[in-house]
């Protein structure tokens, strides 16, 4: 499985972004996808997340300003990030899970300025 995300940035305290992450490869094996961030000093955290039934998972931080949502025709997942904090600045990743293995894609820079 292969992992490509886009959609970082620069924004301001306030705004939205969106994030997507598409898939390819052996999709049809991953069992959930979502996001994690690490912000600079601290630890990766899981951020969001939705497995292949539609059930979703959020970390209390975000719950209520950002929504994951996937689209399987297109092998997509996004994540929609409004009311961004600066505290929400770090460098997103998205993590697909398999029965036995978790792909990560590359991280995508989110800075959100005050």
């Known amino acids: 499985v292969q992992l490509q995300a886009s959609g970082g940035g620069l924004v301001q305290a306030g705004g939205s972004l969106r994030l997507s992450c598409a898939a390819s490869?052996?999709?049809?094996?991953?069992?959930?996808i979502g996001w994690y961030r690490q912000a600079p000093g601290k630890q990766r955290e899981s951020v969001a997340s939705?497995?292949?039934?539609?059930?979703?998972g959020y970390a209390d931080s975000v719950k209520g300003r950002f929504t994951i949502s996937r689209d399987n025709a297109k092998n997509t997942m996004y994540l929609q990030m409004n009311n961004l904090k600066p505290d929400d600045t770090a460098v997103f990743y998205c993590?697909?899970?398999?029965?036995?293995?978790?792909?990560w894609g590359q991280g995508t820079q989110v800075t959100v300025s005050s």
């Open positions: 490869g052996r999709t049809f094996d991953i069992d959930s």
């Open positions: 939705i497995n292949s039934g539609g059930s979703t």
């Open positions: 993590v697909a899970r398999t029965v036995a293995i978790v792909y």
